[in-house]
């Protein structure tokens, strides 16, 4: 959990640092060396003297500015706040009744305010500006908006910029958490049969366990049975040697002298054990030997 809100909050501050970078770069490349000329409404100074306030903000070096002007006008009806080189083009292939000058040259990173004196009032469109090959871009003080209109449209923008990002870095981040988790289930899947294998290996090694355990069963039984078989043939051959001697003695001394020749043959043959008189259980090899049909039936 702690890891997913650090990358949410990681992801909201990448994004605000990329959409101001591109918003500046945009506005930075978009206005680069963008000199701008305002054009303002015209004032009556008295009877046939009007003024015409032009503003020329240069970011940028500006060369052979050329400005329109409805009527006539000389050099000395245009003035300046800043020494600069006006002429006037003359025209004399299409002669018109309009004026025309030519700003020779105008710094970077200066402002200058030109005011043109006519005889007659004009509507600051009348004004052309020909840019000649320079970056300018024209304003005129009839068109310009309310600030808060164009801080409205900038918000929206870099808001709308802002959702672009955000979006783009959620897809992203989605991408990346549904590799994880591909991974993650891949490594799971790899675990369950891992498991699955140990299982059925526990269960193959359980089972051979059981059959040998059962094999054991069966293998004691019949050692058992078959030593139950020798001893009875042992104690009816035993039996059959003691009565032989009885006979060939007909003496009570005989049953004494059988016995001590079964001594002897046990001690040459080191079989004491013969002569112990053991019952074995044999209601218990029954039951056993039923086990182990009930077993091989199953």
Request: hydrophobic fraction near 25%; charged fraction near 30%.
């Given at each position: 959990m702690p890891q997913r809100i650090w990358e949410g909050i990681l992801t909201f501050v990448i994004t605000g640092v990329l959409a101001f970078i591109t918003n500046y770069g945009i506005t930075y490349l978009v206005q680069k060396d963008i000199s701008i000329i305002t054009i303002g409404d015209s004032t009556k100074l008295e009877e046939k003297q009007f003024l015409h306030p032009v503003n020329i903000s240069a970011f940028e070096d500006i060369e052979n500015l050329r400005i329109r002007v409805p009527g006539k006008i000389t050099e000395k009806e245009i003035k300046s706040n800043i020494p600069i080189n006006i002429e006037i083009v003359k025209n004399n292939i299409n002669p018109t009744s309009d004026s025309v000058f030519e700003i020779t040259k105008i710094q970077a990173d200066s402002n200058v305010e030109l005011i043109l004196i006519t005889d007659q009032s004009l509507n600051d469109k009348e004004i052309v500006v020909n840019g000649n090959g320079n970056k300018v871009n024209v304003e005129y003080t009839s068109e310009l908006k309310n600030p808060i209109t164009g801080q409205i449209i900038s918000s929206a923008a870099s808001a709308f910029l802002y959702t672009i990002i955000l979006v783009i870095l959620m897809y992203y981040s989605n991408e990346r958490q549904n590799i994880k988790m591909a991974k993650l289930d891949a490594l799971l899947k790899v675990n369950e049969d891992q498991i699955s294998y140990t299982n059925n290996e526990l269960e193959s090694i359980k089972v051979d366990l059981i059959k040998e355990k059962e094999n054991g069963m069966k293998k004691n039984i019949l050692l058992q049975a078959k030593l139950n078989d020798?001893?009875?043939?042992?104690?009816?051959?035993?039996?059959?040697?003691?009565?032989?001697?009885?006979?060939?003695?007909?003496?009570?001394?005989?049953e004494k002298t059988a016995e001590q020749l079964m001594e002897i043959v046990s001690s040459s043959l080191k079989t004491y054990q013969t002569n112990e008189k053991q019952n074995h259980d044999f209601e218990s090899l029954k039951v056993l030997s039923k086990m182990i049909k009930d077993i091989d039936e199953d």
């Open positions: 020798y001893r009875k043939e042992l104690n009816f051959w035993r039996n059959t040697i003691r009565k032989i001697i009885y006979q060939s003695y007909q003496s009570p001394k005989g």
